[in-house]
């Protein structure tokens, strides 16, 4: 039968995130509760009853269960059953080894640790074009930060506190982000736009494998792994929180949205329903595929339709995998000089704003 991880209690989140990681290195995962009908049950390949911690009988239970399933690690989620097993288990059941756990303690240097990174990070310096409205509290921007952090992507700390700065200097129209897949970026630009009352946000990606190819033999390799399909429902989960009324998505490669966006466009989709677009772009955020003729051609389409006063993000304008956003940006930059109010970088972005 092969030794097992049991996990107990095995109906919390953290738990549950355990059973995933466990069964995809190939343990065999035994979970156990002491409720007497819990709603995990049915997500573990074998299932225990234990009584609670407390109870006297506790530690024989869990040593028979141990024994049964041929148990060699606990998992437990929960920071009480954890320490009384972290003094006990040796005892209880010699030979099974707990695995670390998360107590208090932690948590609270992880929330210490973001409030001195947040307060370290400096704030762009910049002649917006753009009068600013009142700058987020440092507990608003850690606030966002932890709740962004929860999103996997790879918008850093940096560029956030730049996005952060340069929102409250945009002027009204919609956000536009070419390249969302699962959606790290767009929910910070969603609750920006709402705080500082901009405008509606509309993602467009095709969330599509043969559009994901970028000319680097070890991106490309990775980019085919994944699962655009599954990227789309994540993006879908992430959002849904944010949306609100306030964000969509087009999916479609960026070519092929640009001729649907303009005035009076309304973008429907099961997952957020109908929101209505201005058709004017404040803040456009490219991160599209990297190639330099799939940036030239973001470029090219989208910056047109981005009013006085407004933003182009180019993400990963320092990219280790190739320059084609740099080569497009500088292009950018050098022939619309005399309509840029400003520029500057802020982790690998290059961030750009028009004349008013």
Known sequence: MG???LIFPAGMPEGLAF???????GLRVVGASSLERDPAEGAYEAWEHLPYVNDPGFDD??????RRNDVSAVHAPHYIVWKHLAERLGQIAPGARLT????????????????????????????????????????????LIRMIDAI??????????????????TPPGDVVEIGSWWGRSAAMLVWLARHYAIGKVMCVDPWRNDA?????????????????????????????????????????????AAPQYGPGLTVTTEAFGAVAYEGQIALLHIDGNHSEPDV???CELWTPRVVPG????????????????????????????????CRFKAGESLFVQLKR
């Open 3 to 5: 030794e097992a991880v």
């Open 296 to 298: 030239a051609a973001d």
């Open 152 to 169: 996997p992507g790879m918008c850093g700390e940096e560029k956030m506190i730049a996005v952060m700065e340069i929102m409250r200097h």
């Open 61 to 66: 239970a869990l040593a028979e269960v141990v």
């Open 212 to 256: 994901m190819a970028q000319g680097d033999p070890m991106v490309d390799a990775v980019s085919a792994e994944q699962d655009a399909e599954e990227a789309l429902r994540i993006f879908q989960i992430n959002l849904a929180p944010f949306a609100l009324g306030d964000l969509n998505y087009i999916r479609a490669r960026s070519r092929d």
């Open 310 to 341: 407004g933003w182009i993000v180019f993400d990963d304008y320092e990219w280790a995998f190739g320059d084609g956003v740099k080569r497009v940006a500088d292009a950018f930059v050098e022939t619309n000089a005399e309509r840029i109010a």
């Open 19 to 25: 059973r995933d990681r466990a069964k995809a290195a």
């Open 100 to 143: 670390s756990g998360q107590i208090p303690q932690d948590n609270e240097r992880a929330y210490r640790s973001l409030r001195e990174r947040v307060a370290a990070l400096k704030t762009p310096c910049f002649w917006p074009a753009v009068t600013g409205k009142p700058r987020l509290s440092a507990l608003e921007k850690a606030g």
